[in-house]
């Protein structure tokens, strides 16, 4: 009996294959060309649709995007989203990728791990600065950017002293002389003296002391610190020495200020350490 059961199986499956083929077959087109699949050609040589002789047909990948951290709550409910990556050889057949997929900003710290020498620029407003980058024309700020031996092209920021002017004039007679000096902070402290002033980090400070150099070179070989983006500010002052200072300066090329009153801003500049490093040949 099952050996009957499943020949009558066999048989009624064979009876509708047959039918359901002939009822396919009134629907199509006898003049038509019988349908032949053709096999993916992956071996080098010409392509259909114009592609270049020695082509690969290659898939376009597919990227998962991660919704961002503060929309999750929005987007939880709805499905991910997906954009297609350009495969390698597009981007070597048309060059680099459009300046939407360029690196934004807000990765370019993660940038300079890769390229010390990447210049990012200081877009940060400064209440006692004004921005001279695009009009470096001034005669204090090419004194400070021919000593750093760079272009204006290579700085990350140029400043002009715009804050209230010290009292230091009256520091020029009895024996006082004015002197254009360099002065290099540590890097954390950079945003709260171009803000505050050189008074602002007196606060809290027993001995309070700044270091000035008669030579940007000397500067830096004092102190390096550099920012997360590898930019190191030097700012150009003039600063008015007592006698004995003055000899200090002459003997030692720098000189230990107590009285930020004696000193006044003009200028600063940002540069990458290792771009204002190489110049200097350090």
């Known amino acids: 009996q099952q050996q009957q059961q499943q020949q009558q199986q066999q048989y009624a499956h064979q009876q509708g294959v047959s039918l359901g083929l002939e009822e396919e077959s009134k629907g199509m087109d006898p003049e038509a060309p019988e349908f032949k699949p053709q096999p993916i050609n992956n071996t080098p040589g010409p392509q259909p649709g114009g592609a270049p002789y020695g082509a690969v047909a290659q898939p376009m990948c597919v990227q998962h995007v991660e919704p961002h951290p ?10 991910p989203r997906y954009v297609q990556s350009v495969p390698p050889d597009v981007t070597a057949a048309f060059g680099s990728l459009p300046p939407s997929s360029r690196i934004p900003a807000s990765r370019l710290s993660n940038q300079t791990k890769n390229n010390p020498m990447s210049i990012v620029p200081i877009n940060k407003s400064f209440k006692n600065w004004e921005s001279a980058i695009d009009d470096p024309d ?7 950017v021919d000593e750093c031996q760079v272009e204006v092209s290579q700085c990350s920021g140029l400043w002009m002293y715009s804050g209230p002017k010290a009292q230091n004039k009256r520091h020029t007679s009895n024996g006082y002389k004015a002197e254009t000096l360099y002065y290099v902070p540590e890097a954390d402290d950079v945003e709260e003296i171009m803000d505050n002033g ?9 001995n309070p002391s700044f270091p000035f150099f008669d030579s940007v070179r000397r500067a830096i070989q004092f102190n390096s610190d550099a920012d997360e983006n590898n930019n190191i ?20 090329h720098e000189v230990n200020v107590t009285d930020v009153t004696k000193i006044e801003f003009l200028t600063a500049a940002a540069v990458n350490v290792h771009i204002l490093r190489n110049a200097l040949k350090l």
């Open 70 to 79: 503060h929309h999750q709550t929005l987007q939880s409910n709805q499905p």
């Open 233 to 252: 500010t030097v700012f150009f002052c003039e600063v008015s020495l007592d006698q004995n200072q003055q000899k200090t300066l002459l003997q030692k």
């Open 198 to 206: 050189l008074q602002a980090m007196c606060d809290g400070m027993m």
């Open 138 to 144: 001034e005669a204090d700020i090419e004194i400070l």
